[in-house]
């Protein structure tokens, strides 16, 4: 089977941090784009962090620049979202994805990312 595992979530205080991981079974995440994605409850889903097939590339929300980095490895199959300094507005659940073009295209809708994770919660306390 074809699945994403997100792990890493949890409850933190404010100026926290916590690592997400993304693990890839069944396929070579290597081969894609990895994008991470948020939704917090009553809003729609946004997009956080994606890291391009080489590594050449990296896009943040402007919410979280600074704060968030989005790492691969790919001898482990694995990515991962590092989250420092953690605020109440990151509370979402977050869900990572693969982009089958490797370049993040579609990144900005989440257009173009065909497998997702079910989902990790963070939740933030002030």
């Known amino acids: 089977d074809v699945q994403l595992q997100a792990s890493g979530g949890g409850l933190v205080q404010a100026g926290g941090s916590l690592r997400l991981s993304c693990a890839a079974s069944?396929?070579?995440?290597?081969?894609?784009?990895i994008g991470w994605f948020r939704q917090a409850p009553g809003k729609e889903r946004e997009r956080v962090s994606c890291i391009s097939i080489s590594d050449s590339t990296r896009y943040y929300a402007d919410s979280v620049k600074g704060r968030f980095t989005i790492s691969r490895d790919n001898a482990k199959n694995t990515a991962y979202l590092q989250m420092n300094n953690l605020k109440p507005e990151d509370t979402a659940v977050y869900y990572c994805?693969?982009?089958?073009?490797?370049?993040?295209?579609?990144?900005?809708?989440?257009?173009?990312?065909?497998?997702w994770g079910q989902g990790t919660q963070v939740t933030v306390s002030s």
């Open positions: 994805a693969t982009e089958i073009f490797g370049k993040c295209i579609g990144y900005e809708s989440g257009s173009n990312f065909k497998t």
């Open positions: 069944g396929f070579t995440l290597g081969d894609y784009a």
